[in-house]
């Protein structure tokens, strides 16, 4: 049986039941910022750190990264998945008024990476990665990153998964 001869209901609900994390990815080119919600993360080497995540091509992030050369992802409580549901569409962003580079995020408050890549302060813990490498996969593009800041805002929380939500992402396209 070929790849092909799979049924799209088998393939979706195959691929649903990898175990992965749920994250907001952040990101800026210039004066826009934009965060989306991603399960698409992953480790790919140890010297140097590097950071994969896999983007949608048509996504407002996937232009910001391939820009501004860099992304954020955010760990988030899995007690609080409220966020997720907020960044499955473009951001609004709202800068804050002294000019300290902190700002809101769809009413979520962000400050500047290193990278310049928006952090989320409610995060449980985020990673700062620049970019590396890219590999246009298709419907996606796998940006690889070195790590190149991190921090732990909250050590005591199981942090979030799909599984934690009743999203679904991945699989084969919708139309």
Excluded at 16 to 42: C, Q
Excluded at 141 to 167: H, P, Q
């Amino acid at each position: 049986m070929s790849e092909t001869d799979l049924p799209d209901e088998l393939v979706n609900r195959v691929t649903w039941k990898i175990p992965n994390a749920l994250a907001l990815v952040g990101s800026r080119a210039g004066d826009e910022r934009n965060a989306m919600t991603t399960s698409w993360i992953t480790q790919l080497s140890m010297e140097p750190v590097i950071i994969g995540i896999g983007v949608e091509n048509t996504a407002v992030t996937h232009r910001l990264i391939t820009d501004g050369g860099s992304f954020t992802v955010n760990l988030w409580d899995a007690e609080n998945t409220r966020p997720f549901v907020k960044f499955s569409k473009p951001a609004a962003y709202e800068a804050a008024a002294d000019g300290t580079g902190t700002g809101a995020l769809n009413g979520w408050s962000v400050y500047e990476a290193a990278t310049g890549a928006p952090v989320f302060i409610d995060s449980a813990a985020w990673m700062d990665c620049e970019v590396r490498h890219s590999v246009n996969l298709g419907t996606h593009t796998l940006f690889m990153g070195e790590l190149v800041a991190a921090g732990i805002n909250n050590d005591d929380v199981r942090l979030a998964s799909m599984s934690d939500t009743r999203m679904k992402y991945g699989g084969v396209k919708r139309h």
